[in-house]
């Protein structure tokens, strides 16, 4: 298993994660925080797209910089529940992941290895995703 996915947590419902799970298959991981304007615009397209790839390149939110209230007011509000939300309020992940800023979008390729590490806007996250899913 890449050492890129040997993490765990828990998601904003409360549920145990393990990326383990998702290994062998492409990722994009979405650091992002509830009061950052920018996350927001993104959250419309993460929603949009998320549920047709769950199964072929999950998108997995990594929630920081904020009060869980927050987080799960901006879950609901851009209607990301049906996406892994991950509570990262510690920022054991953004540290792990050296993210300096929100929003940024980590793509790990389906090897684990980190093919894009930044912003993307929503039409450069669907290509990309688009790309991963088509292998």
Known sequence: MPATLSFTG?????????????????VVLWFWAPWCATCASQA?????????YRDTVPIV????????KAMKSFV?????????????R?????????V?????FV??????????QGFLDGEALTRQVETLARG
């Open 90 to 98: 510690a920022g054991t992940l953004w540290r792990r992941f050296k």
């Open 61 to 68: 939110g990594v929630a920081g910089l904020g009060e869980q």
């Open 107 to 116: 793509v790990l390729d389906r090897t684990g290895r980190v093919v894009h």
């Open 10 to 26: 828990k998601t904003l419902d409360g549920t145990a994660f393990d990326a383990a799970a998702l290994a062998g298959r492409p």
């Open 100 to 104: 300096a800023e929100q929003s940024t």
């Open 76 to 88: 609901t509000e851009f209607d990301l529940g049906g996406t892994t939300q991950i509570d990262d």
């Open 44 to 52: 419309w397209t993460v929603a949009e797209i998320a549920p047709a």
